[in-house]
């Protein structure tokens, strides 16, 4: 049972209720997907990246995007796009280049940022429900507060789309010439599903048309804003569509040049 406190002059104040909540739901089950997700995904990626090995299907030039572009000396000088600048240690991941901005653009990102806000650090856990922490000092303080650096860390995304959609195009071959295969249309989905997630990035809503005070004056502007505010609905979908889709990528890649198994081809 549920007691009104009341202030002083008969004013009502907020309800003592001494449950830390009111919600009967299975609430603790989406920070607990989200925990196995995030955590799975986190673990695969950490692996494949520093094994260093079964990244490149040199028959038809498919190269995962987990070590793209591949920049040490370990790298196949084919799957070197962009030629070679870094040592071949352990340490040193092929992709050393866009690694670090795509964990950055990832991490500072806003739904990621709810997401393992509310899982990993329970802050809070679900709507309705305590923050696990006695404190809150927002996104003032370090770390946090390099999650202002999300704009910044969008542009590297951009150019680094740009370089995953090279890397599909250039896959487009086989030993006679030109080629296509199931290989093909897994990287083709990953660059389209990689370029849909990051124009929906609310960074990129607000480069289009968040200064402007008259849409009418920029047409071309305000039809692009449109075209991201459209994706932005779906900028949580498309968070995790995208990591499905990286995984998918790199692991059929991989099996492939392990020789798993062959590339279904459909021409040549």
């Not at 040199?58 to 572009?69: A, I, M």
Request: hydrophobic content about 45%; charged content about 15%; glycine content about 8%.
């Amino acid at each position: 049972m549920t007691t009104t406190a009341t202030k002083p002059g008969g004013a009502r104040a907020r309800a003592a209720i001494a449950a830390k909540t009111l919600r009967t739901d299975n609430w603790r089950l989406a920070p607990l997907i989200t925990v196995v997700g995030l955590g799975g995904w986190v673990a695969y990626a950490t692996v494949r990246v520093f094994m260093h090995d079964f990244y490149w299907v040199e028959d038809y030039h498919y190269l995962t995007p987990f070590y793209s572009p591949c920049i040490t000396d370990r790298c196949v000088t084919d799957a070197a796009h962009f030629g070679t600048y870094l040592p071949g240690w352990w340490v040193i991941p092929e992709a050393s280049f866009t690694l670090p901005f795509l964990l950055l653009f990832r991490l500072t990102c806003y739904y990621y940022r709810k997401a393992y806000y509310r899982s990993f650090w329970a802050s809070p856990p679900a709507c309705a429900v305590p923050d696990g922490h006695k404190t809150y000092s927002g996104e003032t303080r370090f770390p946090l507060i390099f999650q202002n650096a999300h704009r910044y860390a969008f542009y590297a995304a951009g150019i680094i789309s740009i370089i995953n959609t090279y890397d599909a195009i250039v896959a487009f071959r086989s030993p006679d010439g030109f080629g296509f295969g199931l290989g093909n249309v897994i990287l083709v989905l990953n660059v389209v599903m990689l370029w849909a997630y990051t124009l929906s990035c609310h960074s990129c809503r607000h480069i289009a048309g968040g200064r402007l005070k008259h849409f009418s004056k920029h047409p071309v502007r305000y039809r692009f804003w449109t075209f991201v505010s459209k994706l932005n609905v779906r900028h949580m979908q498309l968070a995790w569509i995208t990591l499905g889709t990286l995984a998918l990528t790199d692991f059929y890649i991989m099996a492939v040049s392990a020789g798993w198994f062959g590339d279904l081809r459909f021409i040549n």
